[in-house]
């Protein structure tokens, strides 16, 4: 099946049969012979549907106006008698300053007796077609009719549009003349803009900029020697703190001699406790061998004199001789007694003597060590409080001098501080008054911005509305050279 458009070009269309209609014969079956011609007229002003020679004209059509230009349109034909009943509806969009109606592609399909087509045209415009169509033949009064109720409804639809027409071209007559009076105002807003923006340009200038240099090198001065005192600090605090753990170091030695002199102490008492306990026991022995000899003494007056008296005993008596037994002298027994007593004696004073002597010579050679080393502890000692109070005199002096250096660090800081804090205001004045200034110079720039955005908008929806209505008036004068054609071919 082929479609004839307003291009003069034949179009291809696909028709699929699918006849539901009841019929009471089957002479009267509808049948499709030839192809069929569907002629289609959009435009503005007139829309009718041509299709295999009969005209189908649009009934009623919205237009809505927003930046672009639509249009909607359905059509309903009806006839009384059983010959066509047929119904459609069209919608085209026109949209931007192209009104040539282009043919992409059309597609048709029937169903039961209804036709849906739909078309895409040039210049961003659609065309949907959908058509519906009962077929009974009974009588012989079907195509007649149905032209002469085509004629009248074509007739009726004309008119409307024409109105429609007057109406659309009115409101766009209003609205294009609201925007020139817009775009005039805000040409004379942003004149008057732009002569504010010179005048205070003009009047808020700088001179010149003030020069700041001297500033800066003060304030690099001030941060060399704010740097410098800090090294000074930095270097007099390691110092403290060496000072503090030498004399730390100095204590803890202290503090170890002490210890070793107490435990020397400690010793000392102990072994002068030995020499007293020894030289009790020297007394003590002493006592003893003036005992004993004082005892041998005793038995030797003893002795002698039960000698002496023994002896005149036997003198006066008779010396009897006799031939016996040799038999023991006692004074030879005596004798011999008092030697092994007296060697038993010497032997026990002289072990006496030698052990004396020898615990006399460890003590005193235990004394002696220990007087020595009692001696260099006492000079340790001597040198450690000597140290102590050197370090403590160089502790109070570095104290001291850390809280001079730290108040004059202070004056320094706040002097400089004071300065500092004067330049950062008048710098933070300085930034704020830039500040203020480059955020009215952005405002002042994005207003116009706005304002020429505006303007080239409006330029853009004239030069629009421009192109619509020179694009109207061709298809005025192509629907006036097409309204006939199409009218002879109905009739």
Known sequence: MWAVLDDGMSHPITIEHNHSAHVTD????????????????????DSSIWVNGCCFPVMEINMKHQGSYSSSGSLMVGHSSRGHCSSGSISSLHHGSSNTLHHK???CSNTGGSYKSSSHLRGNSKLSISSSAGLAHGGGSGHGGLTSHLK?????????????????????NERLASYLDKVHSLEQENAELERKICEWYANNAPSSIPDSSEYYRTIQELQNQISSATINSGRIVLQIDSAQQASNDFRSRCEMEINTRNNVDGDTGSLRRVLQQINNEVQTLSGEVQCLQQELFQMRNNHSGEVDGLRAQLGTRVNVEMNAAPSIDPNRALSELREEYENMMERNLREVEGMFLARSAELDREMSSGAVQLQSVNNDIIDSKRSLQTLEIDLQSQLSMKSALESTLSETEATFGSQLSQLQCMIDNIEGQLTQIRSDLEQQNHEYQVLMDQKTHLEMEINTYRHLLDGHDIHIANHTSSGASHHNKCK
Do not use: Q, Y
């Open 26 to 45: 089957a002479a009267h079956v509808p049948r499709w012979v030839g192809p069929m011609t569907l002629h289609t007229d959009v435009s503005c002003a």
């Open 105 to 107: 592609s059309f597609s």
């Open 152 to 172: 009248s409804s074509n007739n009726h639809a004309h008119n409307l549009l024409r109105i429609n027409e007057k109406d659309t071209m009115k409101a766009l």
